[in-house]
Nanobody, 118 residues
Framework: QVQLVESGGGLVQPGGSLRLSCAAH????????MAWYRQAPGKVRELVARIDWNYGYTYYIDSVKGRFTISRDVAKNTLYLQMNSLQRDDTAVYLC???????????WGQGTPVTVSA
């Protein structure tokens, strides 16, 4: 029914930039919300950014405001996360999620690792 495939993760130096993508495949129902979460070893999973699919309303966790930009391409069913001024604390596996109209289940991708290190 739904497959979310993340890409764009990798190794980057502090202060660098990275762009993550999440392609949603086999989507039948309308997307209501997509979001990026991240989880570092030994830390709780946290919501990084969320976007309303229809109107583009966005939410960012305080630690990434001004540095990260979440966006979407509705025609391509693709979610993006532009990450600038990356810090070591941004190191984590980044996971894409999607919710659909009339479906209480959140769908998750496998995640793409981001490592910020000199």
């Amino acid at each position: 029914q739904v497959q979310l495939v993340e890409s764009g993760g990798g190794l980057v130096q502090p202060g660098g930039s990275l762009r993550l993508s999440c392609a949603a495949h086999a989507t039948i129902n309308s997307i209501t919300t997509m979001a990026w979460y991240r989880q570092a070893p030994g830390k709780v999973r946290e919501l990084v950014a969320r976007i309303d699919w229809n109107y583009g309303y966005t939410y960012y966790i305080d630690s990434v405001k001004g540095r990260f930009t979440i966006s979407r391409d509705v025609a391509k069913n693709t979610l993006y996360l532009q990450m600038n001024s990356l810090q070591r604390d941004d190191t984590a596996v980044y996971l894409c999620t999607a919710n659909f109209q009339g479906d209480p289940i959140s769908y998750w991708g496998q995640g793409t690792p981001v490592t910020v290190s000199a």
